[in-house]
């Protein structure tokens, strides 16, 4: 089974950097990825909420600010919680960011992010995780 979301998207706010009270870093951000409702007619949005941990949050809130086009990499993860204003129980669904990369340059139009040696093109967060890395594996070594 697959739990994999890759998305493509403008961030619709300036990310900030949080700690939890173990000091890890964390950010939570949106983006707005579009999508045609029917063929021919115009576009739409769809605002998706994304989390990022440790050095994945840390790079986001660095290079990244509102309207930056940013690529996502990670899984789904539903999060239950009590609605503070009706004590109702609640299900929040949010991209689990593994990965994320840079969409564009600044030459392109894109927000002001540094290149070069200061920003990588991607960073991931896939060597704190617990996934194997399968990169030498060839194809007819895989599981499926």
Known sequence: MFNLVVLTGRLTADPELRY???NIPVTSFSIAVSR???AGEETQ???IN????RQTA??????????????IEGSIQTRRYVDKDTGKNRTAFE???NNVQ???SKRDGGASVPMGDEAPASFSNAGASEFTDLSGESDDDLPF
């Open 95 to 97: 991209v689990l960011a």
């Open 20 to 22: 939890t009270s173990g």
């Open 102 to 104: 840079f969409v564009e």
């Open 58 to 71: 840390e790079f986001v809130t660095k290079y990244f600010q509102k309207g930056s086009m940013i690529g």
């Open 36 to 38: 045609r409702y029917k």
């Open 50 to 53: 994304i989390v990022a941990w």
């Open 45 to 47: 949005a769809d605002f």
